[in-house]
């Protein structure tokens, strides 16, 4: 089967508890001893394999699966839901003889922020020569997710995970990338992330973590002073945001994009016309248009049901709008859009329609919601619907 993108990396199955409305804190529900009364499960696969995958299947993108899961019931049951979409999805998923698959507890309501328990299975003995060379021809991009969670990728700097990339920028794929927040209380924890990425990120045309995330991995004393104070997220401001990800181009993705979860997606891109070249002559977009870019696209008003996967299925969205040519300003829109499609269902993927429909909200007048974090020097662009920023050259600053 023809794929325009191979999302390789993380998947487990997701077994998610419907919790009560009335439940704020898990703190105060999960006691020794104690019994809650829950709804019904749902039970879905997970992971950037699945999420992002998935959710590019429902978009209507050609796409190729690449994980990794046990000869088990879990293992089974994963390569079955994908079956249920379409049976070739599963035909790249490798199975390990004898390991026990992964899967993650997740709990989470409009009421309070995830909670995730993972078991990571054979993500942990995923390596490079699981990915094999047949498997990559005539694809455009190659998506990786989660290798923060992934042993074989963490270890060592990042070298097992450099080679892996180097060998199929080599084979000519685009070359996308986003992490989660790796376990501080795990041997992830004690990774030199600065020193993983300016290995890793040279290898990277697209990098799209979350922006707690990335100042995690970038500068965890900063992360760990605004953890102190409250809500990490909504202490940002523009000179943050840009910090971070100027870091992040600096050491070698020439396009970065932070998640802000309810507060839109961030967009930084290199000032280096020739770091651009190569990746925007494989996609067919135009150099000029994306390079040296500060951008930030609101989040557009959903109805809020369960956020598991949004990030990920963010990043379809902003894969998607590349594989159309689209221009940063439209690929950003339509990222925010199918990551609000997300949130409108309990599970990771089904609130997500096709491409045609997505764009169809958002031209049909889509509400945006306001964005909290201080934007000095921002200016705000009414037809457009997005912020550009002071380091913008390729904007209109318009009020």
């Given at each position: ?41 749902t ?15 429902r ?10 899961v046990?000869d ?33 507890l ?41 290798p ?64 707690e ?148 909200r958002?031209e ?36």
């Open positions: 089967m023809r794929a325009d993108v191979i999302v390789a990396g993380h998947v487990c199955l997701d077994v998610i508890p419907t919790l009560p409305e009335s439940c704020q804190s898990l703190a105060t529900w999960l006691v020794p001893g104690g019994l809650v009364n829950v709804g019904p499960m039970l879905s696969t997970g992971g950037a394999v699945s999420n992002t995958g998935l959710a590019l299947h978009l209507g993108v050609p796409v190729r699966l690449m994980g990794k046990g088990d019931t879990f293992g089974r049951a994963t390569l079955d839901v994908f079956r249920s979409y379409d049976a070739v999805l599963a035909e790249g998923m490798l199975v390990a003889a004898g390991e026990s698959s992964s899967y993650t997740i709990f989470s309501s409009p009421a309070i922020d995830r909670t995730f328990l993972h078991y990571p299975g054979p993500n942990d003995t995923f390596c490079a020569a699981d990915v094999p060379d047949d498997l990559l021809a005539d694809a455009r991009i190659f998506h990786f997710g989660y923060t969670l992934m042993r074989r990728f963490y270890r060592d700097d990042g070298q097992e995970f450099e080679t892996l990339l180097r060998r199929v920028k080599a084979r000519g794929l685009v070359t996308s990338l986003d992490v989660s927040r790796p376990d501080p209380h795990a041997e992830a924890g004690k990774v030199d992330w600065p020193a993983w990425l300016a290995r890793v990120l040279p290898q990277v045309d697209v990098f799209l973590p979350s922006a995330e990335a100042l995690l991995m970038v500068d965890p004393a900063r992360y760990a002073a605004l953890e102190k104070s409250g809500d990490v997220l909504l202490q940002m401001d523009g000179d943050l945001l840009r910090d971070v990800a100027g870091r992040l181009v600096s050491w070698g993705a020439p396009i970065v994009g932070l998640k802000l979860g309810s507060q839109g997606i961030y967009l930084r891109t290199t000032s280096d016309a020739a770091r651009m070249t190569v990746p925007a002559e494989r996609l067919g977009i135009q150099p000029r248009a994306w390079t040296n870019r500060e951008l930030l696209a609101p989040a557009f008003r959903a109805n809020l049901v369960g956020t598991t996967g949004a990030g990920d299925c963010a990043i379809a969205g902003f894969l998607t709008g590349l594989l159309h040519r689209l221009s940063p300003e439209a690929v950003l829109t339509g990222a925010v859009a199918v990551g609000a499609c997300n949130v409108e269902a309990a599970d990771a993927v089904s609130g997500v329609p096709s491409w045609k429909a997505v764009q169809q958002v049909a007048g889509w509400t945006q919601l306001p964005v909290m974090l201080r934007l000095p020097g921002w200016g705000w662009n009414v037809d457009q619907g997005l912020w550009f920023g002071p380091q913008d050259c390729g904007g209109q600053l318009a009020v």
